[in-house]
Nanobody, 115 residues
Framework: QVQVVESGGGLVQAGGSLRLSCVVT????????MDWYRQAPGERSEFVAG???????LYADSVLDRFTISRDNARNTVYLQMNSLKPEDTGVYFC?????????WGRGTQVTVSS
């Protein structure tokens, strides 16, 4: 069974940075799309950033020019570098990967940005 595990969350002051990691294990195939979503308290989950197997990146407008997504195919890992963090970036960040048209989600990592 494919496993998706996020790490790197924490508490940071506004203006600070964090780097999230998401590693995929127990997969016989390289992930296709690898995405990050987040869910703020009391809100619905929203797309943050994604990267295709070809390396094409896509970002939500709210994080453009502040967040950078990257992937290491040799390690089946996707990263999210988050700079200039704002209190509104607070939430649980989830990694979603697509492998042969099936979606797999991690359990999330908490990011809290204090003002």
């Amino acid at each position: 069974q494919v496993q998706v595990v996020e790490s790197g969350g924490g508490l940071v002051q506004a203006g600070g940075s964090l780097r999230l990691s998401c590693v995929v294990t127990r997969s016989d195939f390289r992930p296709d799309a690898m995405d990050w979503y987040r869910q703020a308290p009391g809100e619905r989950s929203e797309f943050v950033a994604g990267v295709s197997s070809a390396g094409v990146e896509l970002y939500a407008d709210s994080v453009l020019d502040r967040f950078t997504i990257s992937r290491d195919n040799a390690r089946n890992t996707v990263y999210l570098q988050m700079n200039s963090l704002k209190p509104e970036d607070t939430g649980v960040y989830f990694c979603k990967v697509q492998i042969r048209r099936a979606d797999y989600w991690g359990r999330g990592t908490q990011v809290t940005v204090s003002s």
